[in-house]
């Protein structure tokens, strides 16, 4: 058999540079409008529940884009999906701030087309570097890449917020985005190497002469990975948090204040993006913090035991259900303390974000990983946050009709609709330590494929020895 396709140990840590800068960009695409909301909901003249729909339509396109851009990862060329991704959503983006008020329903359209260029790069993206690296080498990158979730989140609050001030117009923050996307398109054609699926466990060859198999045979065998699917399900309920907390806490912070004395209502001037600029810097530090956390938690405890990963998500999510809590409860009371738990909270959330991508790419065979990862996202968005921001929204809306015409009503009012986000977030703990119990099995299932693709009896008899295991240990870049 001819030698595996191996990169320099240079060119992957390049090749990964790029890809976390260009995940840095995504996330701050996903975010920048919540962080412009209010100036956003004064032009276009909507209330709490349309504007809850724009992240609700970002999202119904990303997860609809999904499942199409994770079959055509799986069997042609990575790098020219990712390329595309970033040309579409950058158009979208750049178009997207020339709309006039009279045409809303134009800007919602735009929103879902970024949301379908960022399918793309989500489903992708983290495949590629599974391929890049192995083991704790894979555990230490995918941490690096995730941290760029929270960052990227947060910049976007902060670049939306700022660019709105300094230029007394939100647009300029759409038409600066661009920019930034150009020169991650050239990065990534320039520096990305396009690498066959299964590179890293160095059967490259043999996930290219195995038999291909159809997308319905790899949903099926997905379907019967119980680590997978429960995996899934705790991250949908934590896509659900995140959703809602991530579209609407700037919003809440800002009424806080209102209601506190602390700041003038927003009616005919320039929004305030102090609330955006500290919601912002929160989400980026917590995020680093936690992310490393995370990674470093599940390196060390997985030497002691095998199914830390699961365990150390699912600790992190019960206790991040009372701090939420806590951080809505104690808004109406005393700021500080609720800065301090909704730090707490969004800091315990980051400590899932590389742990899950691993758990993903430990179960999954290596053929699959693209349709898997595709899948995720798919459920994560549609019964996470495709609907939460549009559902918190909506009940805020609701409570808000049925009470006094005030200031405080309209806060209660978001404050109670968040309460949902507690609960959703226990459900998700109990998923993981589902997940921990099929764990070792499925990892073992995972490793099989190392004499090329599992045939179906294989797959229905859920036989769990583990044959045929890979010889290389060690990472293809070393």
């Known amino acids: ?34 962080g412009v909301l209010l100036d956003i909901q004064k032009y276009f003249h909507i209330s709490d529940s349309h504007a809850g729909l724009l992240q609700t339509v970002f999202i119904s396109c990303l997860l609809v884009s999904a499942p199409v851009f994770g079959y055509l990862g799986d069997r042609y060329s990575r790098k020219a999906i990712l390329s595309s991704g970033i040309l579409l959503w950058s158009g979208a983006g750049l ?9 809303s329903w134009l800007f919602f359209l735009s929103r879902g087309i970024v949301g379908t260029g960022a399918a793309s790069y989500s489903t992708i993206a983290p495949t590629v570097l599974g391929d890049l690296f192995v083991k704790d080498q894979r555990t230490c990158a995918l941490a690096v890449f995730y941290i760029f979730i929270p960052v990227g989140s947060g910049l976007g609050y902060v670049l939306g917020s700022t660019v709105a001030e300094l230029t007394g117009n939100w647009r300029w923050a759409l038409r600066i985005m661009p920019c930034l996307d150009a020169v991650a398109l050239a990065l990534l054609i320039l520096l990305v190497p396009d690498i066959p699926q299964g590179a890293a466990e160095k059967q490259g060859e043999a996930a290219v002469r195995a038999p291909r198999s159809s997308w319905c045979e790899d949903v099926r065998y997905l379907g019967r990975n119980w680590s997978f699917v429960f995996s899934t399900l705790g991250v949908t309920a934590i896509a659900f948090v995140t ?29 305030h993006s102090q609330d955006s600029l500290i919601f912002g810097a929160l989400t980026v530090a917590t995020g680093i913090i936690g992310v490393m956390l995370g990674a470093e938690a599940s390196r060390r405890y997985k030497k002691v035991n095998p199914r830390a990963e699961p365990l150390i998500c699912a600790s992190s999510l019960f206790a991040t259900a009372p701090c939420l809590y806590l951080a809505l409860i104690l808004a109406s009371r005393t700021l500080l303390a609720s800065y ?20 993903l790419l430990s179960v999954v065979v290596p053929r699959c990983r693209g349709t898997a990862e595709a899948l995720q996202i798919t459920v994560a968005h549609v019964l996470g946050d495709a609907g939460s921001p549009y559902l918190t929204g909506l009940i805020s809306s609701a409570l808000q009709a049925q009470r006094p015409n005030s200031y405080l009503q309209h806060f209660l009012s978001l404050q109670h609709s968040f309460l949902c986000c507690t609960f959703a977030i226990v459900l998700g703990g109990g998923c993981f330590l589902l997940t921990a119990l099929h764990l070792e099995r499925d990892q073992a299932q995972a490793r ?27 990472s293809p870049i070393e």
Request: net charge negative; charged share 10%.
């Open 243 to 271: 959703g809602a907390l991530g579209f609407w806490a700037p919003k809440f912070l800002f009424e806080a204040r209102v209601v506190h004395g602390l700041q003038l209502p927003c009616f005919l001037e320039q929004c």
């Open 95 to 103: 178009s997207s701030s020339f709309i006039s008020y009279q045409y």
């Open 1 to 34: 058999m001819a030698a595996s396709w191996s990169p320099p140990r240079w060119r992957a840590y390049l090749a990964a540079a790029v890809l976390c800068y260009v995940n840095l960009l995504n996330y701050m695409n996903w975010f920048i409008i919540p």
């Open 448 to 474: 099989q494929s190392g004499k090329g693709t599992l045939d179906n009896k294989d797959e229905a008899s859920g036989n769990t020895e583990s044959q045929g295991l890979l010889p290389g240990a060690s």
């Open 340 to 359: 301090v738990f909704l730090a707490l909270g969004e800091l315990l959330l980051s400590c899932n974000w590389a742990v899950v991508a691993d758990i």
